[in-house]
C-alpha cells in the first residue's frame, strides 16, 4: 500500500525553524521526484521545493531560498524539509508529493505550520 506520512508541523514565532518529514511507504523515495507543496488558506497549492530522482538537484521556490532545505535519506526512505528563519507568510499546510511521471503521482495528507508570534 503506497502511503506519505508528513510530520513535524507545528506553531512556531517568527525567526524559528522547523523540520518536516514525509516518511514513504510501498515505493522507493529515490525512484520518484519527490517535492513539498503548501497552500494557505484562501490560496492556490504552490511548489516549495522540488528534488529530482538523483538527489543531485533540488528547485526552490524564490520565496524561500536560502532559508528552506530539502533533503532524503534513501535508507529510511524518508524526505526532510528543513525550514529556517521562519516568516508568518510561510503559514500553511505543507504537502509531501512523489511522482514517477503525470500520470502516476502520490499525496500525503498534509501537515499545519505556523508561524505567529
Known amino acids: 500500500q503506497v502511503q506519505l506520512v508528513e510530520s513535524g508541523g507545528g506553531l512556531v514565532q517568527p525567526g524559528g525553524s522547523l523540520r518536516l518529514s514525509c516518511a514513504a511507504s510501498g515505493f522507493d523515495v529515490y525512484k520518484y521526484e519527490m517535492s513539498w507543496y503548501r497552500q494557505a488558506p484562501g490560496k492556490e497549492r504552490e511548489l516549495v521545493a522540488a528534488m529530482t530522482r538523483s538527489g543531485r538537484s533540488t528547485d526552490y521556490a524564490d520565496s524561500v531560498k536560502g532559508r528552506f532545505t530539502m533533503s532524503r535519506d534513501t535508507a529510511l526512505n524518508t524526505v526532510h524539509l528543513q525550514m529556517n528563519s521562519l516568516k508568518p507568510e510561510d503559514t500553511a499546510v505543507y504537502y509531501c508529493?512523489?511522482?514517477?511521471?503525470?500520470?502516476?503521482?502520490?499525496w500525503g495528507q498534509g501537515t499545519q505550520v505556523t508561524v505567529s508570534s
Open positions: 508529493k512523489a511522482a514517477y511521471n503525470r500520470f502516476l503521482t502520490y
